[in-house]
T-cell receptor, first 114, second 114 residues
Framework: DAGITQSPRHKVTETGTPVTLRCHQT?????MYWYRQDPGHGLRLIHY???????DKGEVSDGYSVSRSKTEDFLLTLESATSSQTSVYFC?????????????FGEGSWLTVV | DQQVKQNSPSLSVQEGRISILNCDYT??????FLWYKKYPAEGPTFLIS?????DKNEDGRFTVFLNKSAKHLSLHIVPSQPGDSAVYFC?????????????FGKGTKLTVNP
C-alpha cells in the first residue's frame, strides 16, 4: 500500500464541463504522476510532478492541466472535458528501490464524458 | 514511436505450466525494467524489476530475464495459477534523467486455465 487515495473513484460528466481529479498521498513522496489507461494503448503519462509547484508534461498532456500546491496533493484538471478523455486515470508515486525508481499506483478514477 | 513493445496482446496457458511474457524495447538508455500486473477495476501492482547490470532476477514463482544485446526482456511464471490471470505490463526507465518516468508497453492479457 503506497498510501495513495484518488477521488472521485467514478464520475460521469458532460462534454465541455471542467473536471478535477484529486490524488492524495500520505508518505511525503517527491514524485507524483498522472497516467491514463485505454484499451490498445496501455498506460500513458499525462503529467508528473517533482515537487511542490514543480510539474512537467508527459506524452499525452493536451487538454489537461495539473497543480501541486502541497506535497501530498496532486490535482488533474480537464478544463473542458471531451469524449476522448473518457478513460481510467491512475495517480502514482515513485520510490527509490536501490537500482531504480519503482512506481506505485492508486486504485484509479473512472471518468466517463457523455 | 513505441519505445516499449509487448507484441502479444494475449496469452493462454494451462494451470501448472509455465507462462512466458515478452517485452522488447528500443531505447538503449533504458537501464531499469519492471513488470506490473493489473486486475480489472484495480490499479496496476508492481511485480518484479531488474536492473541492466543483471540478466536475471527471481522472486518466488516470478523470474525476469534481461537480454541487453537483443533489447529484450521476459517474465516467466512457474507454475502458473488461475489467480495469475491478469493484464501484465512491461515498463522501462532511464536513470539520471531526473524525472523518474516509466514508459509502458500496451500489455499482455494472461489467462491461466484450470
Amino acid at each position: 500500500d503506497a498510501g495513495i487515495t484518488q477521488s472521485p473513484r467514478h464520475k460521469v460528466t458532460e462534454t465541455g464541463t471542467p473536471v478535477t481529479l484529486r490524488c492524495h498521498q500520505t508518505e511525503n513522496h517527491r514524485y507524483m504522476y498522472w497516467y491514463r489507461q485505454d484499451p490498445g494503448h496501455g498506460l500513458r503519462l499525462i503529467h508528473y510532478s517533482y515537487g511542490v509547484k514543480d510539474t512537467d508534461k508527459g506524452e499525452v498532456s493536451d487538454g489537461y492541466s495539473v497543480s501541486r500546491s502541497k506535497t501530498e496533493d496532486f490535482l488533474l484538471t480537464l478544463e473542458s472535458a471531451t469524449s476522448s478523455q473518457t478513460s481510467v486515470y491512475f495517480c502514482a508515486i515513485s520510490e527509490w528501490a536501490g537500482s531504480g525508481n519503482t512506481i506505485y499506483f492508486g486504485e484509479g478514477s473512472w471518468l466517463t464524458v457523455v | 514511436d513505441q519505445q516499449v513493445k509487448q507484441n502479444s496482446p494475449s496469452l493462454s496457458v494451462q494451470e501448472g505450466r509455465i507462462s512466458i511474457l515478452n517485452c522488447d524495447y528500443t531505447n538503449s538508455m533504458f537501464d531499469y525494467f519492471l513488470w506490473y500486473k493489473k486486475y480489472p477495476a484495480e490499479g496496476p501492482t508492481f511485480l518484479i524489476s531488474i536492473s541492466s547490470i543483471k540478466d536475471k532476477n527471481e522472486d518466488g514463482r516470478f523470474t525476469v530475464f534481461l537480454n541487453k544485446s537483443a533489447k529484450h526482456l521476459s517474465l516467466h511464471i512457474v507454475p502458473s495459477q488461475p489467480g495469475d490471470s491478469a493484464v501484465y505490463f512491461c515498463a522501462a526507465s532511464a536513470s539520471g534523467g531526473g524525472s523518474e518516468k516509466l514508459v509502458f508497453g500496451k500489455g499482455t492479457k494472461l489467462t491461466v486455465n484450470p
